[in-house]
C-alpha cells in the first residue's frame, strides 16, 4: 500500500444559501468524518488549480444533512453564493496517511487500484478507479469495462480482485 497517495474524500457539487456555504457530497463511510479531515483541493469547475483559490485551513465543516452523504462546509474568503460559485465541482482529497489506519480484512479502495481483476481464472484488466452511480460499487479498469464490485474477494498478496 502506497500510503503517500491523496485519497479522493469529496465533491463540492452545489452552493447553499446566499452566505457562500457549499454541499459536498462525501465518499467517505460516515459524512462526519470530514469534521476532522484537513482536505486538499484539485481542480475548480473551470479547469483552474483550486489549490490557488483556497487552502486546506480555509475549509470549515459545519453539518451533515441529514439521511444523505452530503455535508454543508464554508470556505473562508467565499462570503456570498456568487463568489461560492466558483468551487463547484472542485474536487476534495486528503493526504492517505491522515486517514485511520484499517484492521484486517480491511483496505480503502484507493489501496486497489492497480491490482488485477480476475473472474474464474481469466485476467479482466487492472483496475483504474471506482464508481458508484446509487446502485453499489463499480470497478473500473483500464480499458474501460466496468464490473460489479459486490461480493469481490480482494488477496493483498497476489494483488487481485476475484469477482462473481
Known amino acids: 500500500m502506497n500510503n503517500d497517495k491523496q485519497i479522493l474524500v469529496g465533491k463540492i457539487v452545489a452552493m447553499q ?9 462525501t465518499y467517505t463511510e ?16 473551470n479547469g483552474g488549480n483550486a489549490a490557488a483559490i483556497f487552502n486546506p485551513d480555509d475549509f ?7 439521511n444523505t452523504n452530503v455535508i454543508i462546509a464554508h470556505i473562508r474568503g467565499f462570503e456570498d453564493r456568487t463568489s461560492a460559485e466558483a468551487l463547484r465541482g472542485t474536487e476534495l482529497f486528503v493526504e492517505r496517511d491522515a486517514l485511520p489506519g484499517t484492521r484486517a480484512n480491511e483496505y480503502y479502495q484507493a489501496d486497489l ?52
Open 113 to 164: 487500484i492497480g491490482f488485477t481483476v480476475m473472474r474464474d481464472g481469466e485476467n479482466l484488466g487492472i483496475i483504474e478507479c471506482f464508481q458508484n452511480f446509487g446502485a453499489g460499487d463499480i470497478i473500473e479498469t483500464r480499458d474501460g469495462n466496468m464490473y460489479s464490485f459486490k461480493g469481490a474477494i480482494v488477496d493483498f498478496d497476489n494483488k487481485t480482485v476475484n469477482i462473481k
Open 30 to 45: 460516515n459524512p462526519k468524518d470530514f469534521q476532522g479531515f484537513q482536505v486538499h483541493p484539485s481542480r475548480s469547475a
Open 17 to 25: 444559501g446566499v452566505r457562500g456555504d457549499v454541499r459536498v457530497q
Open 60 to 66: 470549515r465543516f459545519i453539518r451533515v444533512v441529514p
